[in-house]
């Protein structure tokens, strides 16, 4: 017998173990980039900002037209074959952009009021048809400049989207369209989808290799090789036969699926359950073993 101070021990190990996590953190960790805001944003890139609040006024956002489960925009799904599973679905989180990201965040901020009350009053014709105009003079300015747009009749267009951005850059917008959810709402699908209509948010991920064709769905923000057993699915979007496809999303749930099925019935289907004795590598990973026998 001897004298065993199990404290003493715990203590070195656990000293030992943190300055280690502590250290490789330091050196080869993933950054704590900070979340990007519609504050960051409306901050960084207001004209990408103002042009995405008009193509969400005009309802030519990639939002507005995504289909279930945001809208019911005819045509807008994937299918393959006669399964449509976006549709089975439904319409479960409904998203109307020009009220939703747009005039009902001013609502609640209590801004541009008169031309709020203006784009209440036209039709929908006329609604769409000034965003439209106004995102048509956007793309046309030097840099897409709200202060260099030619003269046109785009109605309270400029105003509404000024205002937007000019709140988004206090801080306001964020929490207006939070608060659409209710007062304890941590659903930020709005925000998300809005950050994504623009070319800002896409831009950041494009330069940390977080893209499909990055290999992004199985990468962390500037660490390599993230979530490697992911590596699977991000595969099948790198063959430009299936990644081109318009919708190859669901055509890579249906192979991963089938690649389940067959993982999950490996050792009823003739030929793979076959396989181990075929290609006895276990014999050699267990050497040992069967020598002694």
């Not at 951005?165 to 709005?190: S, W």
């Not at 089938?258 to 075929?278: C, E, F, H, N, W």
Request: proline share 6%; aromatic share 10%.
């Amino acid at each position: 017998m001897r004298e065993y101070d199990l404290f003493k021990e715990l203590a070195i190990g656990v000293g030992v173990v943190g300055v280690l996590v502590l250290a490789l953190a330091a050196i080869v960790g993933s950054p704590d980039d900070k979340t990007i805001t519609l504050k960051t944003w409306a901050t960084a890139a207001p004209a990408d900002f103002i042009a995405t609040a008009t193509g969400e006024l005009a309802g030519t956002t990639d939002t507005a037209g995504y289909g279930p489960p945001y809208t019911t925009t005819a045509g807008a799904t994937q299918t393959l074959g006669p399964i449509d599973l976006q549709s089975m679905s439904g319409t479960r989180l409904p998203i109307d952009t020009a009220k939703d990201l747009v005039i009902t965040p001013l609502t609640t901020l209590g801004a541009a009021a008169d031309a709020r009350a203006t784009w209440a009053a036209a039709s929908d014709t006329q609604r769409t048809d000034w965003a439209t105009a106004y995102g048509e003079a956007l793309a046309k300015a030097p840099k897409g400049d709200p202060a260099k747009v030619a003269a046109g009749d785009y109605g309270p267009v400029p105003e509404l989207t000024a205002t937007l951005q000019a709140e988004a850059v206090t801080g306001g917008v964020d929490g207006a369209i939070q608060q659409e959810g209710g007062v304890f709402n941590f659903d930020y699908t709005r925000t998300i989808l809005f950050l994504g209509d623009g070319q800002y948010f896409p831009g950041l991920a494009a330069g940390m290799h977080l893209t499909g064709d990055q290999w992004g769905m199985m990468n962390e923000t500037g660490n390599y090789p993230g979530q490697s057993w992911l590596w699977l699915f991000s595969f099948w979007y790198q063959l430009p036969v299936i990644g081109d496809l318009p919708n190859a999303d669901l055509v890579v749930v249906g192979l991963m699926g089938l690649l389940t099925l067959a993982l999950a019935l490996v050792s009823v289907i003739p030929g793979l359950r076959d396989l181990p004795r075929l290609i006895p590598l276990h014999r050699l990973v267990w050497r040992s073993y069967y020598r002694q026998r």
